[in-house]
């Protein structure tokens, strides 16, 4: 092999190196529950958080309209995502709907009349 090749296949494999060795995994992963009610009445309900850690159940009450909760995990951790929301004052015609985002991404919803319930698990 002639020292000009040598020389290129050594930056070709130098260019390449980074890429190849990039760590996956890393970072952290944005969860973000999000609970929309219909007549703009409130709801209640619970869900789990796993913003210190590991997840724990939340209740709360009297929420509004686009409530929204946001935490971070670590890439690749193991979490068992649920959001339960019903409305407070509910005749039938009033619908909630509870998403999960990961990273600002949908990655579970439900909708209905009665009470929305979107759960998920990651990275299992």
Do not use: R
Request: proline residues 2%.
């Amino acid at each position: 092999m002639q020292k000009k090749d040598f020389s290129l296949a050594v930056i070709l494999l130098a260019s390449l190196l980074p890429t190849a060795c990039k760590k996956s995994g890393s970072g952290n992963d944005t969860i973000t529950y999000e609970v929309k009610i219909t007549s703009g009445t409130t709801w209640s309900g619970d869900y789990f958080d796993y913003a210190s850690g590991g997840g724990s159940l939340k209740f709360v009450n009297h929420k509004p309209d686009g409530w929204k909760y946001s935490f971070t995990i670590a890439h690749g951790q193991k979490a068992d995502l649920v959001l339960s929301a019903m409305p407070d004052n509910s005749n039938g015609s009033i619908t909630a709907t509870a998403n999960i985002y990961q990273n600002g991404k949908i990655i579970a919803t439900d909708s209905n009349q009665y009470g929305a319930n979107a759960e998920i698990e990651i990275n299992q």
